[in-house]
């Protein structure tokens, strides 16, 4: 969990560098006087579209900044407050996910701090702990290296199964014929989904499915 400081009182947040937006949780929001919201649609998270009460203006102290910033309120008094991309974008903390970079102390709780009267700062030193907010980020990223490391992970806890109807006969579907133009892409994206063993060469097989070649704005090619 990571403290920051909302509208000058405590805020517990989890950090989610997978969240594209951070969340305020509604008993959060509620300990903060419920602050004034704007309407906003739902949230996706996770496959599902989560109730929102609103997208909130608040004055965030973290890390040594003071940011004024929206910030998205999740309907639901047991939802949990995220730490997501913007706050991360926000807050200069970008550099603390690449390997091999070391997270300094942040000068946070300095008299030199440029911005914050002598009775913010106070109110800074008493509210967050004393390692310092960075020194989390720290802790958390050691604690879950293999989530931040380069590449692509394997999830090892489960075994995936099919559910088939009843009666259910494999088919083989013949294969879709690629554009010449996009011969050349098609290859090397499943040479790279090979050596990245995502996708595993067969011989032989009872049922397949032909792939769906989805060309993007760039070079590259997203298969389905």
């Given at each position: 969990m990571m403290s920051t400081l909302i509208n000058g009182k405590l805020v517990e947040f989890k950090l989610d560098s997978g969240a594209e937006i951070s969340v305020l949780g509604e008993r959060a929001w509620r300990q903060l006087g419920k602050p004034a919201v704007r309407p906003i649609g739902p949230v996706g998270s996770y496959g599902?579209?989560?109730?929102?009460?609103?997208r909130a203006r608040v004055r965030m102290?973290?890390?040594?900044?003071?940011?004024?910033?929206?910030?998205?309120?999740?309907?639901?008094?047991?939802?949990?407050?995220?730490?997501?991309r913007d706050l991360i974008d926000l807050f200069k903390l970008e550099n603390?996910?690449?390997?091999?970079?070391?997270?300094?102390?942040?000068?946070?709780?300095?008299?030199?701090?440029?911005?914050?009267?002598?009775?913010?700062?106070?109110?800074?030193?008493?509210?967050?702990?004393?390692?310092?907010?960075?020194?989390?980020?720290?802790?958390?990223?050691?604690?879950?290296?293999?989530?931040?490391?380069?590449?692509?992970?394997?999830?090892?806890?489960?075994?995936?199964?099919?559910?088939?109807?009843?009666?259910?006969?494999?088919?083989?579907?013949?294969?879709?014929?690629?554009?010449?133009?996009?011969l050349e892409a098609t290859d090397g994206r499943l040479a790279k989904l090979l050596e990245d063993?995502?996708?595993k060469p067969v011989k032989w097989a009872e049922w397949g499915t032909p792939l769906v070649l989805v060309p993007k704005t760039v070079v590259t090619k997203r298969h389905e």
């Open positions: 599902t579209m989560g109730p929102m009460i609103g102290s973290f890390a040594g900044r003071k940011e004024m910033t929206d910030v998205a309120v999740a309907r639901g008094l047991d939802r949990i407050s995220l730490f997501g603390h996910y690449k390997p091999g970079n070391r997270i300094a102390q942040p000068q946070a709780l300095n008299s030199e701090v440029k911005a914050g009267s002598a009775g913010e700062m106070h109110e800074m030193k008493s509210a967050v702990d004393r390692e310092g907010p960075v020194s989390r980020v720290k802790q958390v990223l050691a604690r879950h290296e293999a989530v931040f490391a380069p590449g692509r992970g394997r999830f090892k806890l489960a075994e995936a199964n099919l559910s088939l109807v009843a009666g259910s006969r494999p088919r083989m579907h013949k294969p879709r014929r690629v554009p010449p133009a996009l063993q995502i996708l």
